[in-house]
């Protein structure tokens, strides 16, 4: 009931549009396009206002942890924080500072944002409610997740400033070696599910049961390099504000600075999203509505990074590659070759 | 009728759009006063010496060549884990020897000690 009561008026909506457009003599690839692009408008407004509440939970969530209160003085709990910041940021001025590289200072937010929106490209809401359902779902999330790689270089290399470089090349380091045992891991939750469409691993964890009791490892060593990936605490390494000032968005400052904070919720709330649909089984849940159970799946890896955030130290660097290259790594390597030997029997 | 990769062309497109209207009202609103000091490297407050882009450790690169490597042999592996239901136990075997070789790798880097940072 509640499907029918949530798509039968997009589904209006549509077929209206494309009378609308045979009336008119368009041609139905521009509709096409029109579908596509509301659908990516949805969605910003969709990270958006998750990314405002993220902004607001962290820093609340980070108080009370601390034992302060976070936020308090504007609108209801300090909820309209956020906003707030986001007008200030907006009227701010915008420094490129003489030395750095222009047009790959300016490129490079762009870099950084776009992908973390086309990730949203191929996550399952809720039953049907997806924009597009990719044959190679999880090698895209993987490829559009490596993006970050080139964004962060170009921010760094470009500022023209050494706390920004060695930022950068600590985000490169860090983030290739975390992509490998990344991959690795959900490519066992692929070889379960035997496909690589993010809708046909949730219809296969519907059948058996969610992956995270089949591939308690796999759900260790993703978690683990999901934060890595995102570079939140403790894996803050690229922007360690002790020792760097800020890392690679050191001489980012305005609305710039501002996209790649946008970012990096962004990516945190699509990274949580990937990881509830493969481990979690995705929408599927008794009694509430699919989306309720998206957004509490999700929401259950986000307080769990900003748990971790508040809680752990950051590592060295050494600490850091050894992480990566001689535990999780051949950890997944193993957890694969298990995953294969159960499937192939 | 337009196929999956036109869609993922949208997002990009609006994506890329929405950053730059946000810019482009940012620019409306914000003040615009450069000065030599203003633009100057941040280096803590102290008068910037030398050039920013500094020799830096081979070790960066170093990760970046093993990190390739395994990146491209993953690849591999995605067409066998989505078949491998179908292909059974010769497939296993096969994924097997290349994923002990991969190890192998893994192992012989740690020997050779590119896996330490100094």
């Known amino acids: 009931m509640y499907l029918a009561a949530t798509s039968s008026l997009p589904l209006r909506l549509y077929q209206w549009t494309e009378q609308l457009f045979t009336d008119l003599g368009l041609p139905l690839w521009l509709l096409a396009v029109l579908v596509a692009t509301v659908k990516a408008a949805l969605i910003i407004g969709f990270i958006l206002i998750n990314v405002i509440f993220l902004i607001w939970l962290e820093r609340k969530l980070g108080g009370h942890i601390q034992n302060r209160l976070g936020p308090v003085y504007t609108g209801p709990f300090g909820l309209l924080q956020t906003v707030a910041d986001a007008l200030k940021v907006l009227v701010k001025e915008d420094i490129i500072p003489a030395a750095a590289d222009r047009w790959v200072f300016m490129a490079a937010p762009l870099v950084a944002f776009v992908p973390s929106v086309m990730i949203w490209l191929v996550v399952p809401f809720a039953p049907g409610v997806q924009a597009r359902d990719l044959n190679i779902g999880t090698l895209y999330v993987a490829a559009m997740t490596g993006c970050t790689v080139p964004a962060l270089l170009m921010a760094g290399w470009s500022s023209g400033n050494k706390w920004s470089l060695l930022g950068a090349f600590r985000a490169g380091a860090q983030l290739v070696s975390y992509e490998v045992p990344l991959i690795l891991a959900t490519l066992a939750v692929v070889m379960l599910a035997g496909s690589l469409s993010l809708n046909d691993i949730i219809r296969a964890q519907q059948e058996s049961t969610w992956f995270i009791f089949l591939q308690p490892l796999g759900f260790v060593v993703y978690l683990i390099s999901a934060i890595a990936e995102l570079n939140r605490t403790p894996f803050d390494l690229p922007e360690a504000e002790s020792e760097l000032v800020a890392g690679f968005n050191t001489e980012y400052s305005g609305f710039r600075f501002a996209i790649f904070f946008l970012t990096e919720y962004a990516n945190l709330l699509g990274s949580s999203a990937i990881a509830a649909t493969l481990f979690l089984g995705g929408w599927s849940g008794p009694f509430l509505p699919p989306f309720v159970w998206f957004l509490l799946k999700t929401y259950l890896f986000v307080f769990l990074a900003m748990w971790i955030r508040f809680t752990l130290p950051r590592l060295r660097v050494d600490q850091l590659m050894n992480l990566s290259w001689k535990f999780l790594l051949p950890v997944a390597l193993i957890n694969v070759l298990g995953t294969g030997v159960f499937v192939a029997l | ?118």
């Not at chain 2, 081979?58 to 970046?64: L, V």
């Not at chain 2, 042999?73 to 497939?91: K, M, S």
């Not at chain 2, 991969?102 to 050779?112: E, I, M, V």
């Open chain 2, 1 to 118: 009728m337009l196929n999956a990769y036109t869609d993922i062309a949208v997002f990009m497109t609006v994506a890329i759009l929405f950053i730059m209207i946000s810019l482009l009202l940012s620019r409306l609103l914000r003040p615009h006063h450069p000065e030599s000091g203003k633009l100057a490297t941040y280096e803590c407050g102290k008068t910037p010496f030398g050039d920013a882009r500094v020799r830096f450790k081979i070790r960066y690169y170093i990760f970046a060549l093993v990190f390739l490597v395994f990146d491209v042999e993953l690849l591999f592996l995605y067409p066998w884990a989505v078949t491998l239901d179908d292909l059974g136990i010769v497939a296993l075997a096969e994924a097997a020897v290349f994923l002990a070789l991969l190890f192998g790798g893994l192992l012989y880097a740690w020997r050779k000690k590119v896996l330490e940072w100094q």
